[in-house]
């Protein structure tokens, strides 16, 4: 018999991990801006992913809207858990969008659209970290309903993983802006970069250090088989990738330094996921006792097989269509 379950555990899984990808370095260049100063350079960075911001953000959807439909529980539990972190996190995507938008038809305000643009892109990967690392600590819950308080969620090891994704997503948005753009905006990104990767490299190690330390249980699930087998290449891998985007970076590569930092992030996402499994409410909470009934994952993932395709093609598109560099001077999103 099929595990809808675990389809449907892949199908979120994946969508979160192309969200993190696609909005992480979207989300990048607004935490970038305070390091690039001239307006045309700033329009430059915007202009590369003017055309897809928004569509980056489907993926956001999806994933909400397939817990909705797989683990209503998840749903409602994480929901009720982390309302607070959600809610700031949706105010400063909303916010960031409005400045997005306003800030191309500004002339004597665009320097004030400039800062709404950078402290909404700050504030919505800071409570993204917030989230995450709030989830990884675990949930508590009796008989299904959350049982914890409002500010359980506000912890020194959910505020560091707050500011580890801002440190991620600005690492990825350097890494496109050097793949994207030429002359001086390229130039600032070649001379920050390497900082950005050893301070992503320093956050990795801490993690790898802190979590286990802190929480007992994902510590009994590294240091156990077989998840120590699957475990034990990724903190190797983390120092060869970000030892190979440092190269590029010295050696001017333009593709590289974005490629490389992919890895780190399919690294620590693999991390994550082997850290949880098969838990989808830590620490209590497995995949199949969160599942809705099969009929309904049934009838939701026929539209899923139906409109995921879809989208993909979409965003394919939309990167394929706009695939050339961006330059001062290029006609762009007005």
Not at 62 to 79: Q, R
Not at 204 to 215: D, L
Not at 314 to 323: C, E, I, M
Request: aromatic share 16%; with cysteine; charged share 10%.
């Amino acid at each position: 018999m099929i595990d809808l379950s675990l389809i449907w555990v892949v199908i979120i899984a994946v969508g979160v991990l192309i969200y993190v990808v696609l909005d992480g370095f979207d989300l990048g260049i607004g935490i970038l801006f305070p390091f690039v100063g001239d307006r045309q350079e700033r329009d430059v960075m915007m202009n590369t992913v003017a055309p897809v911001w928004d569509g980056n953000e489907t993926w956001m959807v999806l994933g909400g809207a397939g817990l909705f439909a797989a683990f209503p529980l998840v749903y409602s539990t994480v929901l009720s858990a982390l309302y607070l972190p959600i809610i700031l996190m949706v105010i400063a995507l909303i916010f960031r969008g409005v400045a997005f938008e306003f800030r191309f038809k500004a002339n004597r305000t665009k320097h004030l659209w400039d800062q709404a643009f950078i402290w909404g892109s700050i504030f919505a990967s800071f409570f993204q970290g917030v989230i995450l690392g709030a989830y990884i600590q675990g949930i508590k819950t009796v008989n299904g309903v959350y049982a914890g308080g409002g500010l359980d969620w506000l912890t020194s090891f959910s505020l560091f993983t707050g500011l580890a994704v801002v440190v991620l997503y600005a690492t990825l948005g350097c890494g496109w802006l050097i793949f994207k753009t030429d002359a001086r905006v390229q130039d600032h990104m070649y001379r920050l970069m390497p900082k950005l990767i050893i301070a992503l490299l320093f956050i990795f190690a801490a993690v790898s250090i802190y979590t286990p330390m802190v929480h007992t249980q994902i510590a009994a699930r590294w240091f156990s088989l077989p998840q120590l087998y699957y475990f034990s290449p990724v903190p190797i891998l983390v120092v060869i990738f970000g030892v190979l985007a440092l190269r590029a970076c010295k050696r001017r590569q333009e593709f590289a330094p974005f490629i490389y930092t992919l890895a780190l992030v399919m690294l620590a996402y693999t991390g994550f996921l082997i850290s949880l499994w098969p838990y989808i409410i830590p620490p209590s909470v497995t995949i199949w006792q969160a599942a809705a009934p099969q009929s309904s994952q049934l009838f939701a993932l026929i539209g899923a097989l139906i409109l995921i395709p879809i989208i993909l093609f979409y965003t394919a598109l939309s990167y394929w269509v706009f695939r050339d560099k961006v330059r001062v001077g290029d006609d762009g999103y007005h």
